[in-house]
């Protein structure tokens, strides 16, 4: 199957109700030119310079969304054009990117990553980090527009164990919804499922998904 293909066939997959975000990292830019050939405009990508170089060479209307651990120093690579970010794992990565969003006189939306999974690898805030950001930091953040979640499930082919933690995040989302976004229809991403288990996240109420290896085939190192 081409590019193209995969690329039509998750399409029709996920739906018109969700983004799908393709997901290219490692791969060449003549891969991302036969997607957007094909249609799609959103890629993903988890490393600042590789995503650089990438949007330097390509159309300048692709979305290019971060969905990797982003360093500090990294933020000033990407601040300028990155559409949406996905991994705010931290309020000091927070601060950096509301002070390079400022320099380039833009508001970035972003997403907070919630852990959810039962691994000590992957990163993201807990539930009660992400309400003492949301209580007493936002007001510092006038260059930020938090609009939703993001997670990961654990690596594992436990399907309840990965639909629980899906489900947990879908909860909290709604929660927040209701208690720190009642007046701010901006706050509507959730941003959970890869390859492996979009069809669940979706029906676990995931409005985004990140899809790199189904469209692309299969990445040569582990990243
Ligand atoms: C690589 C990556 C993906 C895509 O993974 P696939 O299994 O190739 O679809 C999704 N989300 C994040 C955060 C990633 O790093």
Not at 82 to 88: A, D, E, G, W
Not at 113 to 122: G, L, M
Not at 133 to 138: A, P, Q, R, V
Request: hydrophobic share 40%.
């Amino acid at each position: 199957m081409s590019i193209a293909e995969n690329l039509s066939f998750y399409k029709e997959e996920v739906g018109p109700e969700v983004t799908l975000v393709a997901v290219s990292k490692t791969k060449p830019n003549e891969d991302i030119l036969a997607a957007y050939a094909a249609g799609q405009r959103i890629f993903g990508e988890n490393k600042a310079q590789e995503m650089t170089t990438k949007y330097e060479a390509l159309p300048k209307d692709i979305e290019w969304h971060m969905i990797g651990h982003l360093q500090r120093n990294k933020v000033k690579y990407i601040a300028p054009y990155v559409s949406l970010i996905h991994s705010v794992d931290s309020l000091r990565l927070l601060k950096e990117i509301n002070k390079e969003a400022q320099k380039n006189n833009r508001t970035i939306p972003c997403l907070l990553q919630v852990y959810i999974a039962k691994e000590e690898s992957k990163f993201g805030l807990d539930e009660t980090e992400v309400v003492e950001l949301l209580d007493n930091h936002l007001l510092e953040l006038p260059n930020i527009k938090i609009v939703g979640l993001m997670g990961m499930a654990t690596n594992t082919d436990n399907e309840a164990t990965i639909k629980n933690e899906f489900i947990s995040l879908n909860v909290f989302f709604n929660r927040l919804k209701q208690t720190h976004f009642s007046n701010d229809q901006g706050f509507q991403v959730l941003s959970m499922g890869m390859s492996g288990d979009y069809s669940l996240a979706i029906s676990c109420g995931s409005n985004m998904v990140r899809i790199g290896s189904a469209i692309f085939g299969s990445r040569n190192y582990i990243n």
